[in-house]
């Protein structure tokens, strides 16, 4: 397992789009944040666990106007993502 800590106040701020061969489970502990989740667009605010499955193509962007404060949980002891655009 591999762990991000994600904390931000930048609006918009978020990797590309990009999937990982494994599921990755995403914790929001404050903030709100836009996801895409293969042609799903929602909205995850503080409490909410998103979790993606291996080989789904996802992003996330922190909405604002609060701090996003994020875990991201890897389920792999390495990261393996493919971009997938520049």
Known sequence: MSLIFVTTEDI??????????????????????MFLLGANEFVAVAGDVVVVPAGSAHKFENLGPER????????SPNFITEWLEQ
Do not use: C, D, K
Request: glycine share 14%.
């Open 12 to 33: 918009g701020y978020g990797p590309g789009i990009h999937r990982h061969p494994y599921p990755e489970t995403f914790v929001v502990l404050s903030g709100r944040a």
């Open 68 to 75: 996003l404060q994020m875990t991201n949980i890897h389920s």
